[in-house]
C-alpha cells in the first residue's frame, strides 16, 4: 500500500491571489520527501485548480508515481499522452460540481472507452485507472474494457453520518475490492479520506495499493505543514 497526494488544492490556494505561490510543484516534492510514493493531479477542463503550466512543471519535479487525473475529452488525451504519466485516472466531470461527485457510469461511457481511450493510453504504455463507485456491474464492465486499475470513490463511506451506513459502504467497499482482485485488476481508493477514517478503510478493506488524498491532508498541513501531516498519514498507513 502507498500513498499518493494530490496536490490540487495547493493550486486553489495559488489562484486565489493569481501569485506565483503556493507552487503545486514544490508541494509535490516537500510530499515525496516525506515518503509519499507519488502525486495525483486532476486538469479540469475549466482549469479552475491545476492549470497547464502546473502539469509540465509536476511531470518535471515528481521522481515517484505521477497520476494524471481527467474527463476523458479529447484535450485532455492530447496532454495526456505528451505528459505520459506513469498512471491516468479517467473521473467524470460535472462543471457544476465542487469536486467529482460519482464513479464513471461504465454503460454509457463503454463505447467511447473502447474505440476512442482505452486503446491510445495502452499503446502509449500508461496504467489505466478507473474511478468507480462500488458497483459489480461496473467493475465487470472495466475488467471487460482492459482496465489495470480501479479506483474505489470512498466519498459515501467517508460521509456515512452513522454506524448502521458506515457498515453499509464498508460491505461494498470490501465486495468490490475482492471482486477487482479477482479480475486481476489493482485495487486503489479515494475520495473524502482524512486521518480519522483512514484507518477504519485500511482496517477493513483487502487488496487496497495506492490511496489518494487531497483536501484533507493539503488543509490539514496549513496547522501542521506538509512535511509532517504526510508522516502522520503514512503512520496510519503503517509505511
Ligand atoms: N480520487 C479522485 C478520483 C478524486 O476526484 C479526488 C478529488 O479530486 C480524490 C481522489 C481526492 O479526494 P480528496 O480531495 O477528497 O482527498
Known amino acids: 500500500m502507498q500513498l499518493l497526494v494530490n496536490i490540487d488544492h495547493v493550486a486553489t490556494l495559488r489562484n486565489a491571489r493569481g501569485e506565483g505561490y503556493p507552487d503545486p510543484a514544490e508541494a509535490a ?6 515518503g509519499a510514493a507519488g ?8 482549469r479552475r485548480h491545476i492549470r497547464d503550466k502546473d502539469v509540465y512543471q509536476l511531470k518535471k519535479a515528481v521522481k515517484g ?3 494524471f487525473e481527467m474527463a476523458a475529452t479529447g484535450e485532455m488525451l492530447d496532454i495526456c499522452l505528451e505528459i505520459k504519466p506513469d498512471i491516468c485516472t479517467l473521473v467524470p466531470e460535472g462543471r457544476e ?57 470512498t466519498g459515501p463511506f467517508a460521509n ?8 453499509y459502504e464498508i460491505e461494498r467497499l ?11 485488476m489493482k485495487v486503489n481508493a479515494g475520495h473524502g479520506l482524512n486521518l480519522d477514517n483512514l484507518g477504519i478503510l485500511i ?12 483536501h484533507a491532508l493539503v488543509s490539514k498541513s496549513l496547522f501542521w505543514g506538509l512535511e509532517r501531516t504526510v508522516k502522520e498519514y503514512l503512520k496510519i498507513m503503517h509505511i
Do not use: W
Open 97 to 153: 460540481e465542487l469536486t467529482t461527485e460519482g464513479g464513471l457510469n461504465m454503460e454509457s461511457v463503454y463505447d467511447d472507452f473502447e474505440n476512442q481511450v482505452i486503446p491510445v493510453l495502452k499503446e502509449a504504455g500508461i496504467e489505466i485507472s478507473l474511478f468507480l463507485d462500488p458497483v459489480s456491474r461496473d467493475i465487470e464492465l472495466a475488467a471487460k474494457i482492459g482496465a489495470d486499475t480501479i479506483e474505489l470513490h
Open 203 to 214: 482496517e477493513n478493506v483487502p487488496y487496497l495499493e495506492d490511496i489518494s488524498i487531497g
Open 160 to 167: 456515512a453520518t452513522d454506524s448502521r451506513k458506515l457498515n
Open 65 to 67: 508515481i505521477l497520476d
Open 39 to 46: 502525486i495525483v493531479f486532476h486538469l479540469r477542463g475549466d
Open 174 to 184: 470490501k465486495e468490490s475490492a475482492v471482486q477487482i482482485h479477482e479480475l486481476g
Open 29 to 34: 516534492i516537500v510530499c515525496e520527501n516525506a
